[in-house]
């Protein structure tokens, strides 16, 4: 059983800082990619950050230079530093992490690979003016 564990969402003012932390527990196998999402209310999910299993990063257009993604790969966690924050930021942010389990296979070197894609429960994050 895997759980995604997230905590540091909360409310904060406008050009105040937040960090969020998600840890992943259980039978998780390798994780390649940890990132963070967000909803705003009649609004799409969209990219904040991604991070990969080597440290490659991607982030969303509107928080580049102010949110830095990071990850602990011994604790299965990966964290957002948000800084600067702007009301515009206030959104559902939602842990996501990409895992991948594989069983060798005789005759196949690359295995029998399954990938799997979880989600945390969402942690609300508010930024008054």
């Known amino acids: 059983q895997v759980q995604l564990v997230e905590s540091g969402g909360g409310l904060v003012q406008a050009g105040g800082s937040l960090r969020l932390s998600c840890a992943a527990s259980?039978?998780?196998?390798?994780?390649?990619?940890m990132g963070w999402y967000r909803q705003a209310p009649g609004k799409e999910r969209e990219l904040v950050a991604t991070?990969?299993?080597?440290?490659?990063?991607d982030y969303g257009d509107s928080v580049k230079g102010r949110f830095a993604i990071s990850r602990d790969n011994a604790k299965s966690a990966v964290y957002l530093q948000m800084n600067s924050m702007k009301p515009e930021d206030t959104a559902v942010y939602y842990c996501?992490?990409?895992?991948?389990?594989?069983?060798?296979?005789?005759?196949?070197?690359?295995?029998?690979?399954?990938?799997?894609?979880?989600w945390g429960q969402g942690t609300q994050v508010t930024v008054s003016s």
């Open positions: 991070i990969g299993r080597f440290g490659t990063t």
């Open positions: 259980g039978s998780i196998g390798v994780i390649t990619t």
């Open positions: 996501n992490l990409h895992s991948r389990i594989t069983v060798p296979l005789r005759g196949r070197p690359e295995g029998d690979r399954s990938f799997y894609d979880y």
